[in-house]
Each structure stands twice: as C-alpha cells, then as structure tokens.
DNA sequence: CGATTACTTGACACCGGTCAAAGCCGGTGG
DNA sequence: CCACCGGCTTTGACCGGTGTCAAGTAATCG
C-alpha cells in the first residue's frame, strides 16, 4: 500500500520520483483509540504525519464540551510547522487506532528548503486545508442540521475517495454519532434525529461501522456541498494535476 | 504612516531591514465599501495586500444568504497563492472605502525565494490564520449567541490594537450589524439583542462607529477568549518575537 | 430635506438543546 | 455458550434560544 501522502502531494501538484522518496518517514507508532496525538496547548517543535486511521483537530470548551474543528484522514499533517516550540492552540485526538510518524521541524525545513516543488506541494495542501475550514464555517454558521450532516457527510466520503479509502459507493465509517455532534456543533440526540432524516429521505446507508452513499449527487444537493473547493471534480479525481 | 504587513511580520518573526524594503508593493488603489476586492469563484493570478480599510472574506449561500468567514485587516492578504489560476472558493469585499495593492503570484514568489526569513515569516502569518479560522469554528459551533459576539469582538479589537489602530481602550469600528450577524451566523435581529446585552452588562460601548471596552478581561471572559491563538500577551504585544 | 440605509422593538413559531430512560450492540470472562 | 457490562444508539417530553415577520425610529448622505 502507497504511502498516503505520496498519493495527495502528486495529486494536488504532481511530485518528482526523487521528491516522492523524501516523503518516506519510516513506519511509524500506534495510537490508540480516543488518545491525544498531540496534546491541546503543548508545545511541540515536530508534526506528525497520519498513515492510518482517523483522527481530529478539537479544541476543549467550558464545560468539558469537545468542539471538533477538523478532520484528519491518511496522508494529513497534523500541524505544519516550521519554527521550533510553538504553542499549539488546539489538540489532535485518535478517533480510530491510528499509526502516525513524527517529522521534525527540522526535516520538515529541510524538506521544504530542498525542493520547491516540494514546498509548493505543501503549500497548496495548506490552502486546502484553509479552504475546508472556511466550508465549515459557511456550513454550520448558515445550515440546518440536515444540511450540515450532509454536507459534512459529503466531505469526509469525497476526502476519504481522495485517499482511495472508498469501494464503490461506500466507505467505512468509524466515526461515532458523538464524533459528529461534536463536529456539527449539534447535540448527540439532535444528530441521531438528522441521520435518521437522512437515511429516511434515502440520502445514505449508515449502519455499523460502514456507510453507504446510494446516489452521491442527491446527498451534495441536500448539503448544498460544492466540491470545488477541494480541487476535485464529481468522479473523486483531484483537478489541476501538472500531468 | 508605517506599511502594516512590516508591522505584522516584523512582529511575528522579526524581520531584516533588507526584507522589509522588499515589501513595498506601492500606492495601491482605492476600492469602495460594498465592492469586490476579488469575486467569488474568480480565478486570479495575484494576491491582494490590504493597506487600509476593512474587509471580508465571505462565501454566497443559497438564499442570497452571504457567510462571512473572515475579517481583513491592514496588513492581511486576500490570498496567499503561488501557483497561478487558482479558482477561488470565496470572494473578498470591501466593508469600508479600502487601499489594497495588487501582487503578481511570480513576485509573491520571488519575494519567498529570495529570503527564508521572509518566506517564514509568510507562513507563520498564514498558520495565524487558521488558528483565528478555528476559534471561529469552536466558538460559533459551541456558544450561545452572546458569547459568540463577545469573542469576536475581542478577536477584532485584539487585531486592530496589533496593526495599530487603536487608543487607549477604543477603536473606530464601522462594521454593521448586518455584517456582524453574517460573521456570527446569527440573524440581524438577534444580533442587536445581543448587543444590547453586551451594551447593558457594560462590556462594550459601541455607538455610531466607535467601540470602547471599559474592561478587556471582562469582555474576554464573557467570550470565552483565549488570546493565546493570536500569539500575543494581554497588553497587546506580540509574543515569540525574535528580538 | 427627502430618501436610503441602519438600528430598534415586539409577537410568535420552531429548531434544536436538555433530561431521562430504554434498547442495542460488541466485547469479556466465566 | 451464555451472562454481564460499558459504550453507543434510539425515543419521548419539554423548554429555551433564535429566526422570522412586521412596523417603527434613528442616522446618514446626496
């Protein structure tokens, strides 16, 4: 199995052989489940690299209320930085068993130092990130709650189809009703209410730990969900590759 | 009058004086409250560097509905790109009668390649702004409506005081109530009760276009603000510099 | 000084939060 | 193989925060 990040950076800006065999971090260590990658507020002077599983950015609230701002998945840098001891303003938790390889700031300079197709990879994928931040925001601060399950529903599969973690139109789906409250800025009862919409209205199939997306382009209606900003087009190919 | 973004990167990272002469982009023009610094979904070739005035970052909803998913301050970009004919997820308008000065990606670039210094500073700038992103997410996901005004007025008049534009503990502030209800997700109705709160509890004054904050750390704390993710300390100054 | 834009106020409805309790697993150990 | 257990999911009742609609008042600008 391919290195996922190879599988991004060359997608989003396409990668020389001797860049891609940089990107090779060794094996890495396990997380387990529901366990800090990085602790909220540290001070770290590396990153670390997901190569598998799923994990999120969150930030602790009042009241011991998790707000989840972001989703990581295979091929994600949990932070990317450049300077050394910054403070972090939020932490990274496994939500699955993850396996994650920690990259110095260092490495990371010389990386980026060495190539700038390499920078400009990073980059761009830095700009990507920006941009689903910014969907997010549009998302819950205008939508209901039907849309924002979709329309987070539709990011997380179109994500995961990025790093070839889908079969068909399906996916597993590890992430727990909790998870997506926290993620939606709704209640865990109000997220159970809106999956049953959904899966009523036949928008998905959520059962287990598997989801399935019948019609893809119905489920994008419903979350008002343009894909464009993830530099892709509907099929779950990257746009702008330099081929 | 001192160029903002050398106030703001010096600040961040400490800059040479070499650098900081490169930094000059020029006059600038003018552009008018209500318009477009950049469309949405354009596709441009350059960045924009905002001088004076304020401005957004916003993403059209259906319903004519428009999110505001970020504020521009003198010495921000519109966007930092550096490959050309990058398809805009959001648009940039002018709240107030802005200056604002074009930069070519192929300078931009330049200017990165030419200093390691400068290019980290760039980029420092940028992980700023996602921290600022992410408060946004966490506090709109997860605060009740005054709360939510509370932080966020925090957040701007913290910025303000940074690029300078404050005195003593006020600032012009123009910013309409309809903006501030796009930017919080919250109707325009509600957010003049909120206000209003806010103005009664003798957190704010705000009257006409000018805000005073009797008391900074009372208005944080009624926001739940946390202004470690500006890197700054409670007084206004940067923290992390390099002096 | 008229006209537009911004702000304010009140009434009412509804989305979604909260609380509480009951099923439904998947794992663990006897 | 079954009993047990903790976490996850589902349901129902109730209520508060916010959106919406509508009308009226202030401020701003040409």
Redesign the interface.
Known sequence: MQNPLILKLDHL?GLEPADQARLDFGPGRTVAAHHDILAD?SQVSHTSLLISGIAC?Y?M??GG?R?I??FLLPGDFTN????DR??L??GVAALTPCEVADVSCATLQALA?GS?QLA?AL??S??M???V??????N????TGDKRMAHLLCEIFLRLQLAGLTHENGCEFPLTQSDLADA??LSKVHVNRTLQELRSAELIVLKGKSLTVPNLDRLMNAG?F?P??LHMDHEGRHL?SNE
């Open positions: 800006c507020g950015r930030k609230m009042g209320r707000a701002v972001g990317l930085l450049f300077a910054q403070k303003d939020f130092g700038s400009r980059w761009t830095t700009q990130e920006q941009a931040q910014r969907a997010w925001l549009a819950i601060s205008q939508c939606t800025g008002l343009n464009n900003y702008d």
